[in-house]
């Protein structure tokens, strides 16, 4: 009789045995990471992320220097053929330049010594000089100008101010009075070959438009080494496409870059899990796809526990000892603001018969 009572004893704590709850010691480990690449290269200015930062979606991570190009002489603006992620070879190739520059020296005169006053000093021409130009006809057009080119007995004349008629022949004078004496020659008004303009790289900002007014050292537009993806860009600085935690830094200030180097690799908060270690004896208390409860041991006066899944129980043992044999195992939860990698929690298995 005892012996029965005593069996039916055990049956009856071996349910209750079976369901009581079992905790183990975790901590929270990252469980994605990804890269932040460059969308374009050059040399980084600015970059003073370290790892262990927390970065948000669209937050800065760096600046690139941009190549500069500016204006190589006063004029107008015309035809401006690239646009702001355009690739500045594909443009050339199709038009020649990135745009245009219209000089203000409109108008080109060629010219030679052939007609010159006979003498010396009106038979050689100097680079640079101030020149005094009337139409040949009958002096109604005049003009002043610099030798730009001088070879041989022929140079070339860029007008400074004045207006004359295409294809109008002219006297050049190197005194403003136009005396026959100081003659240096004769020439034909022509137009003045407009500066073409280009880069490398891509076009990352447009600083002039079409028809606009520049001086010589105007900004005209910046450019970034490599495509641009998408024909896209809005400005030198690199935004996260992601949020999370920083893992590993690649770059620094100072740094070259190319399109598509790894600046630095992020933990996605998102996907953060709790790993915990469960001994071979433990197997049988917890299993893929059970709930859990998670309390983090950051803050005691926290009453409020985490709920998590079991998403995987390692078929391989970690211990290192032959003796006991211990699996990792990796529960999903939904992290908060306040949750950091690395922080200690305790898991707690749930008895589903008890909680419903």
């Known amino acids: 009789m005892k012996k029965f009572l005593l069996v039916a004893l055990i049956l009856m704590l071996v349910p209750a045995l079976a369901l009581a709850e079992t905790t183990f010691d975790g901590k929270v480990v990252a469980g994605e990471s990804v890269s932040v690449t460059a969308p374009f290269g050059g040399t980084v200015s600015s970059f003073r992320l370290r790892a262990g930062s927390l970065i948000g979606l669209g937050d800065k991570i760096a600046a690139i220097e941009t190549t500069k ?23 050339t190739a199709r038009y020649g330049a990135v745009m245009y520059i219209v000089p203000d020296r409109k108008y080109s005169i ?24 009337t139409c040949a006809s009958d002096g109604a057009h005049t003009a002043e100008g610099v030798v730009t080119a001088a070879s041989g007995t022929t140079y070339t004349v860029e007008t400074t101010s004045g207006e004359l008629l295409m294809e109008e022949s002219v006297n050049i004078y190197r005194d403003a009075s136009r005396s026959t004496k100081t003659r240096v020659g004769k020439g034909t008004v022509g137009r003045t070959a407009e500066i ?11 600083h002039v438009q079409d028809g606009q007014r520049v001086a010589r050292g105007d900004l005209l537009f910046e450019t970034v080494t490599g495509q641009v993806d998408g024909l896209f860009a809005t400005s030198n600085e690199i935004m996260s496409d992601v949020s999370g935690v920083v893992a590993s830094v690649n770059t620094s200030a100072g740094a070259t870059v190319n399109k598509g180097d790894t600046l630095l690799t992020v933990y996605t908060m998102d996907s953060a899990q709790i790993e915990i270690t469960v001994d071979e004896y433990d197997l049988t208390t917890i299993s893929e796809g059970d709930k859990v409860r998670i309390s983090f041991n950051y803050d005691e006066s926290k009453t409020e526990q985490v709920m998590g899944e079991v998403n995987m129980i390692s078929h391989v043992s970690s211990a290192e000892s032959t003796s006991d044999a211990s699996y990792l195992a990796y529960i999903d939860f939904t992290p908060d603001k306040d949750v950091r990698i690395g922080m200690t929690v305790v898991v707690t298995t749930i008895d589903e018969e008890t909680e419903e």
């Open 69 to 91: 190009v500016y204006a190589s002489a006063d004029g107008t603006i015309a035809g401006v053929f690239a646009q702001p992620g355009d690739a500045i070879e594909n443009i």
């Open 110 to 133: 060629s010219a030679d010594i052939e007609k010159a006053y006979n003498s010396s000093e009106t038979k050689y021409i100097n680079i640079g000089e101030t020149v005094y130009i």
């Open 196 to 206: 073409a303009v280009n880069g490398s790289g891509s076009l990352l900002k447009l």
